[in-house]
């Protein structure tokens, strides 16, 4: 080999080991956070555990505290993290069903878990009856430290899986052992009923804006009319929101046509939702009840339909929650909601982010007992 052929042979030998070690100085430099992004914080935790009495907690709790603390920071009102059971029971009310064995519960005064199984759900079928007493769900073993929302993550899972409880009665002295299939369990984001003082007014009571919530507020208008119901309040009070996209279709229902909302994310064009042709409960009688704590998706709907004269709103100003939070999945099943987004009524005076909605009839609850804003809503129907 020429001496020319063993110097570019050595150059790019040379070239080669430098841009390796540049490329291992560089990723480290950018992904070793400890110590290039948080140095105060490396420092900090290298003191408390080299000189602290107290032991940190483990890791996983560490980290979610860290977490916290990063959203506290921020300065984000409406940013939240999720641990793996608060995260995966909220996904089960916005997707308005799980799997399950249809169980309910409640902790004695001495510390007991009683279960009372759902009429012919698989707990039921299975042979739980009301009043047994919970001892073990798969490994877990329950004592009065364990929370309701981890005994009910417990539980839940993929449907068509089997789950194991293990229960005492009062009657026998034997561990009774249940290996119960979950089934598909619906969580009603709407109840109705007829109106006791006027049988012709129908009340829809929304509890969260959820993917089932369009179909089953037009199953209770069904069940309503089929009742004698001819004119309709939706209740919203209490409604804190859920998914925007259920609350855009849910105002669809009720319009014939206009723009909803417009929304707008960070560095990007301005979208808008509309209805185009009229929505199948778009000649409904319809009163809307709202109050303080009436947010998001749900301010989403009654808001659009101020807007276009479709309903008369009574109650108290909503709380006035004009932005678009997204939720990312973390590795161990927690949750990071970040608000991303804002969107709007264009045209609505005053706008949703300076003190709410306006009711076109104010009625203010206050402590009484008696529904106020309810028996406003029957009254209105009753002189209009």
Do not use: C
């Not at 009665?169 to 009603?188: A, C, G, K, M, S």
């Not at 807007?307 to 997204?326: C, M, P, V, W, Y």
């Amino acid at each position: 080999m020429s001496r020319i052929s063993y110097l570019l042979l050595f150059g790019l030998i040379a070239i080669g080991f430098l841009g390796a070690f540049l490329s291992g100085f560089f990723l480290n430099a950018i992904f070793d956070t400890d110590t290039q992004v948080f140095p105060i914080l490396t420092q900090a935790y290298n003191i408390f555990i080299n000189h602290s009495s107290i032991n940190l907690p483990e890791t996983t709790h560490l980290e979610y505290g860290m977490i916290r603390g990063l959203l506290e920071s921020s300065g984000d009102p409406y940013a939240t993290f999720q641990e793996p059971v608060q995260h995966e029971l909220e996904s089960n009310n916005l997707q308005g069903r799980f799997g399950g064995i249809g169980l309910e519960f409640s902790f004695t005064n001495e510390g007991d878990l009683l279960v009372f199984p759902i009429i012919d759900g698989p707990a039921s079928r299975a042979g739980i009856q009301d009043g047994d007493i919970l001892l073990q769900i798969d490994e877990l073993l329950i004592n009065p430290s364990i929370s309701l929302d981890e005994i009910k993550a417990a539980i839940r899972g993929p449907i068509g899986e089997f789950v194991l409880l293990k229960i005492t009665r009062n009657d026998i002295e034997t561990v009774l052992e249940f290996d119960i299939q979950r089934e598909e369990i619906h969580l009603p984001s709407v109840t109705w009923h007829i109106a006791p003082e006027d049988s012709s007014i129908g009340i829809i009571k929304v509890h969260i804006i959820a993917e089932s919530t369009i179909e089953e507020i037009q199953n209770a208008v069904i069940k309503l009319q089929s009742g004698g119901a001819s004119k309709f309040i939706l209740d919203l009070r209490d409604n804190g929101g859920g998914l925007l996209s259920a609350g855009v279709d849910t105002a669809r229902l009720f319009l014939k046509d206009g723009i909803i909302i417009q929304q707008q994310y960070q560095g990007q064009a301005v979208e808008t939702f509309r209805t185009l042709n009229p929505g199948t409960l778009s000649d409904l009688p319809l009163v809307i009840l709202i109050n303080n704590n009436t947010a998001s998706a749900a301010e989403i709907i009654a808001g659009s339909l101020l807007l276009h004269g479709r309903a008369t709103i009574i109650g108290e100003n909503s709380f006035g929650k004009d932005s678009i939070q997204l939720i990312f999945d973390l590795d161990d099943g927690s949750s990071l909601h970040i608000t991303a987004a804002k969107w709007w009524i264009p045209g609505l005076i005053p706008p949703i982010h300076e003190g709410g909605l306006q009711p076109d009839i104010l009625v203010r609850q206050g402590e009484e007992q008696i529904d106020l804003i309810l028996n406003a809503a029957v009254n209105y129907f009753k002189e209009n």
